[in-house]
């Protein structure tokens, strides 16, 4: 009776019923006045009209616009609304000035590294455009002096991070979309607890809709009785907005400035294979110590003060110069962000130049495969001119139907001579490129339309780093744990599964 109860009054299911109440509200008012239907009906299809010309000329993606046009002509009383409701990423004048104070207050903070980007220039310039692009569309630099580790697995990531959180001084910084009891966090809460004693500047994100089913309501408050400071992305309300759409996807752990963490790992057993959900859980991430540090502390800080509405002394935050003079690495790193309320796809735009720019190879891991016609046309571009594309994706699926539409993708994919493999043991989750022995990218942004155009999203772009290597001997050694698609076994699929496979994939973007 109590687990009945518990599931009775989870916050998701009394959510989902405040949302299916006003949904029930609408669709009584409707059926309420039922006898003026008819000028009803002429206002909600004027509205959808007009909704559908704004579509067409507003800057986003094709792919999204007509999974939207489609069924607001084809329900034309509701669509409007709908769309108004869900599918928009406008903000208001207010929001718009907060979003500035972060554009701003990134290029105040970050360093001028045009001597850097020069370096880049001179050593390659396809490189050096890369480079650029990020720190011109991004706003975050290039950087020397930042030794890199690639983690290829969420159990040594889970080990680097209790090594490196035990010996925080000054402050810790952890902002993640998924945080869930259990061994891995709760093993990280309890250094956080000690640390906060000490004095440490312990400080959590999390966002409200990831977690909405791996942590109470008000978990929070929780946390912020141990001393920890605690700040909740976009609390989830029983409310039909478009803000539902705007989630915080990144994974950033900071510690003292000089150490920091991003990839694909969240803060939950199964990314450490503590509990099977999916089979093995093949995920990744990127340790940095040096430099470079100080962009993802920058991310995590403006995020923080947005979020507070407070404007902070980020010099307080820097990392003792003696202990950056003492890292010695290679290459140059350049970790980035991307908000889905610039008009900018930055994640979206890196694996274009790295797949644009390669030469000999691309090597891609994703969760994911659903893609625009942009990037279906630069990967088989790639491929038809000689180029060595590979994408491994996961044999076990996390969604059946996205899975689907992943699949979908992939005879026009093969036809091209993009080679495709399934991780066979369970789910891999990582988002690594990695191509021609220069260039790679680790973080958190998965080739679908959510993390392309509607999440905010961190990554790290690498260029001649030892761990650029790393990437490419961790992608070798997984594709023997890989089956490899054939074009044959796409085409011999079932029409019925192919059918509904094409019928996904055409709302793919609103997935």
Same mark, same amino acid.
């Given at each position: 009776?109590?687990?009945?109860?518990?599931?009775?009054?989870?916050?998701?299911?009394?959510?989902?019923?405040?949302?299916?109440?006003?949904?029930?509200?609408?669709?009584?008012?409707?059926?309420?006045?039922?006898?003026?239907?008819?000028?009803?009906?002429?206002?909600?299809?004027?509205?959808?009209?007009?909704?559908?010309?704004?579509?067409?000329?507003?800057?986003?993606?094709?792919?999204?616009?007509?999974?939207?046009?489609?069924?607001?002509?084809?329900?034309?009383?509701?669509?409007? +609304? @709908?769309?108004?409701?869900?599918?928009? *990423? !406008?903000?208001?004048?207010?929001? &718009?000035? #907060?979003? /500035?104070?972060?554009? $701003?207050?990134?290029?105040?903070?970050?360093?001028?590294?045009?001597?850097?980007?020069?370096?880049?220039?001179?050593?390659?310039?396809?490189?050096?455009?890369?480079?650029?692009?990020?720190?011109?569309?991004?706003?975050?630099?290039?950087?020397?002096?930042?030794?890199?580790?690639?983690?290829?697995?969420?159990?040594?990531?889970?080990?680097?991070?209790?090594?490196?959180?035990?010996?925080?001084?000054?402050?810790?910084?952890?902002?993640?979309? +998924? @945080?869930?009891?259990?061994?891995?966090? *709760? !093993?990280?809460?309890?250094?956080? &607890?000690? #640390?906060? /004693?000490?004095?440490? $500047?312990?400080?959590?994100?999390?966002?409200?809709?990831?977690?909405?089913?791996?942590?109470?309501?008000?978990?929070?408050?929780?946390?912020?009785?141990?001393?920890?400071?605690?700040?909740?992305?976009?609390?989830?309300?029983?409310?039909?907005?478009?803000?539902?759409?705007?989630?915080?996807?990144?994974?950033?752990?900071?510690?003292?400035?000089?150490?920091?963490?991003?990839?694909?790992?969240?803060?939950?057993?199964?990314?450490?294979?503590?509990?099977?959900?999916?089979?093995?859980?093949?995920? !990744?991430?990127?340790?940095?110590?040096?430099?470079?540090?100080?962009?993802?502390?920058?991310?995590?800080?403006?995020?923080?003060?947005?979020?507070?509405?407070?404007?902070?002394?980020?010099?307080?935050?820097?990392?003792?110069?003696?202990?950056?003079?003492?890292?010695?690495?290679?290459?140059?790193?350049?970790?980035?962000?991307?908000?889905?309320?610039?008009?900018?796809?930055?994640?979206?735009?890196?694996?274009?130049?790295?797949?644009?720019?390669?030469?000999?190879?691309?090597?891609?891991?994703?969760?994911?495969?659903?893609?625009?016609?942009?990037?279906?046309?630069?990967?088989?571009?790639?491929?038809?001119?000689?180029?060595?594309?590979?994408?491994?994706?996961?044999?076990?699926?996390?969604?059946?139907?996205?899975?689907?539409?992943?699949?979908?993708?992939?005879?026009?994919?093969?036809?091209?001579?993009?080679?495709?493999?399934?991780?066979?043991?369970?789910?891999?989750?990582?988002?690594?490129?990695?191509?021609?022995?220069?260039?790679?990218?680790?973080?958190?942004?998965?080739?679908?339309?959510?993390?392309?155009?509607?999440?905010?999203?961190?990554?790290?772009?690498?260029?001649?780093?030892?761990?650029?290597?790393?990437?490419?001997?961790?992608?070798?050694?997984?594709?023997?744990?890989?089956?490899?698609?054939?074009?044959?076994?796409?085409?011999?699929?079932?029409?019925?599964?192919?059918?509904?496979?094409?019928?996904?994939?055409?709302?793919?973007?609103?997935?």
């Amino acid at each position: 009776m109590r687990k009945i109860l518990k599931i009775i009054f989870h916050r998701m299911v009394l959510v989902g019923l405040a949302i299916l109440l006003q949904l029930a509200a609408l669709v009584l008012m409707i059926a309420r006045f039922q006898k003026y239907f008819v000028y009803f009906y002429g206002i909600c299809a004027l509205l959808s009209l007009l909704v559908v010309i704004y579509i067409i000329n507003e800057k986003s993606n094709p792919g999204y616009k007509i999974a939207w046009i489609v069924p607001i002509l084809l329900f034309p009383i509701l669509g409007g +609304i @709908i769309y108004i409701l869900f599918g928009t *990423n !406008s903000l208001g004048r207010f929001k &718009k000035k #907060k979003m /500035k104070v972060i554009k $701003d207050t990134t290029l105040k903070e970050v360093p001028d590294a045009k001597n850097i980007e020069q370096k880049i220039y001179d050593d390659d310039i396809d490189a050096g455009n890369q480079s650029h692009y990020i720190s011109r569309y991004a706003f975050y630099p290039p950087y020397e002096n930042t030794y890199t580790e690639y983690l290829p697995i969420g159990e040594i990531v889970y080990e680097k991070m209790l090594e490196e959180l035990k010996k925080a001084k000054k402050y810790i910084f952890l902002e993640y979309f +998924i @945080i869930e009891e259990g061994i891995m966090w *709760n !093993s990280i809460l309890d250094i956080l &607890k000690d #640390k906060a /004693k000490q004095g440490v $500047d312990v400080r959590i994100i999390y966002d409200d809709m990831g977690s909405i089913m791996t942590l109470p309501f008000n978990y929070r408050k929780k946390v912020e009785k141990y001393g920890i400071k605690c700040c909740v992305f976009n609390p989830f309300v029983p409310v039909l907005s478009s803000k539902l759409n705007n989630r915080d996807h990144r994974k950033i752990t900071v510690i003292d400035g000089h150490t920091g963490f991003t990839g694909g790992v969240n803060l939950a057993d199964e990314y450490i294979n503590a509990y099977e959900k999916h089979g093995h859980w093949k995920d !990744s991430s990127i340790m940095m110590k040096g430099n470079g540090v100080w962009s993802l502390t920058v991310m995590f800080l403006t995020m923080w003060d947005y979020l507070h509405n407070i404007k902070e002394d980020f010099n307080k935050f820097k990392a003792e110069p003696v202990k950056i003079k003492q890292i010695k690495a290679d290459g140059y790193v350049q970790p980035y962000c991307d908000s889905p309320l610039d008009g900018e796809a930055v994640g979206e735009t890196v694996y274009f130049n790295i797949i644009n720019k390669a030469k000999k190879y691309v090597y891609i891991t994703s969760p994911y495969l659903i893609i625009d016609n942009e990037m279906v046309t630069a990967l088989e571009t790639a491929a038809k001119s000689g180029l060595d594309i590979r994408i491994i994706t996961p044999h076990i699926a996390d969604k059946w139907f996205v899975h689907a539409v992943t699949r979908a993708y992939y005879e026009s994919l093969l036809e091209s001579g993009v080679r495709i493999y399934e991780y066979t043991p369970g789910f891999i989750h990582s988002k690594t490129f990695t191509a021609d022995d220069k260039y790679a990218t680790v973080g958190t942004v998965n080739m679908d339309y959510r993390s392309l155009y509607l999440h905010f999203e961190c990554g790290t772009w690498l260029y001649k780093t030892d761990s650029v290597l790393k990437i490419k001997e961790d992608f070798l050694k997984t594709l023997e744990k890989c089956q490899e698609i054939s074009l044959e076994s796409c085409k011999n699929v079932r029409w019925y599964i192919k059918l509904g496979r094409a019928l996904l994939r055409g709302f793919a973007p609103l997935m």
